[in-house]
């Protein structure tokens, strides 16, 4: 019989649940909006509670549960250290009450970490041996899988490319540092400089789209896409910032590849092109000709994250015992 997994998708929004087998096909799923009144005990109850909805009864148990979430985590100990998502979270332990619950060994990861082991083992990395994942939306996230394996680093903060600093006196980050490459290239970064425009009259047409309001960066999008000048320039512009810290990182890890994710991939070859461009010019030798990957797992990429990591972290456990 092919094992199965509980894997769980932990957003500020919504809390996504699932059961997925070891071919990262997805057997059952639900989902619940995260709780307007979040606290470490009402998130903990309402993620045991729809973990336990897709379960399937006995006899098909799943062998493991893995939880993925947007924040600094210790996957080691269980615990979320910070979670942007929910503002109360600090050094919470969570596999820990969730296994108790639930009757299997419980893990967590970061978001990002796990998207990139997903795109490894069921996506567009399949049949690499090392992979850079950037996830790219309201901020940059990342992930690194090297010699086929989820790398985490000494402290597990490996893979935050959105703060590698690109330009030390550009815009203050939300991390505290300036210039990051997340200050520069995210959702929040392109609606930052559609208000820049906006505010040097330089864009009428974003003038007449967001007329009465603050412009994002789905407003950016649209006034390029109608012939606004301007607002095409930012978003190459954004690409090229993207390919810079992007093809730095390839340099320093040599992956097969890199696959990319996330919201941002709406803006198509208006930011791909110039990061297409801007990574292959950087990146040294033949690294120049690193392959770009968009990825093949969608909303599913958070759930499918958590899959790979817990059929890992089971893998792992059989090695030792």
Do not use: W
Request: hydrophobic share 45%; proline share 5%; with cysteine.
């Amino acid at each position: 019989m092919t094992r199965t997994v509980l894997a769980a998708d932990f957003g500020g929004t919504h809390l996504r649940a699932a059961v997925v087998d070891e071919n990262g096909r997805v057997l059952a799923r639900d989902e619940r909006p995260t709780p307007t009144e979040a606290t470490a005990a009402s998130v903990t109850a309402e993620i045991v509670s729809l973990l336990r909805s897709v379960a399937p009864g006995p006899g098909a148990a799943p062998s493991a549960v893995c939880i993925a979430t947007a924040g600094l985590v210790d996957a080691d100990a269980g615990r979320v250290i910070l979670a942007p998502n929910i503002p109360g979270f600090r050094n919470l332990p969570l596999t820990e009450p969730v296994a108790a619950a639930l009757g299997i060994p419980a893990f967590i990861e970061n978001d990002a970490s796990a998207a990139a082991l997903g795109e490894f083992r069921f996506g567009a990395g399949r049949g690499l041996r090392h992979l850079l994942h950037a996830t790219l939306g309201t901020g940059i996230g990342g992930g690194l899988v090297i010699d086929r394996r989820l790398y985490r680093g000494a402290k597990g903060l490996a893979g935050e490319i959105g703060h590698i600093v690109i330009d030390p006196s550009g815009p203050r980050c939300n991390c505290g540092s300036r210039g990051c490459l997340e200050a520069l290239v995210s959702g929040v970064a392109f609606a930052q400089r559609a208000r820049r425009l906006l505010a040097k009259g330089k864009s009428p047409r974003l003038a007449v789209i967001a007329a009465g309001r603050e412009p994002n960066g789905r407003d950016l999008l649209v006034a390029a896409r109608e012939g606004d000048t301007a607002a095409e320039a930012e978003i190459r512009n954004g690409g090229h910032v993207l390919g810079l810290g992007l093809g730095s990182l390839v340099n320093v890890l040599n992956p097969d590849a890199v696959t990319l994710s996330g919201g941002l991939l709406g803006m198509g070859e208006m930011l791909l092109g110039p990061m297409r461009d801007a990574l292959s010019s950087l990146a040294y030798g033949p690294a120049s000709g690193t392959k770009v990957l968009l990825s093949e797992l969608g909303d599913d990429a958070g759930l499918l994250g958590a899959a790979a990591v817990a059929f890992e972290r089971l893998e792992d456990a059989g090695l030792r015992s």
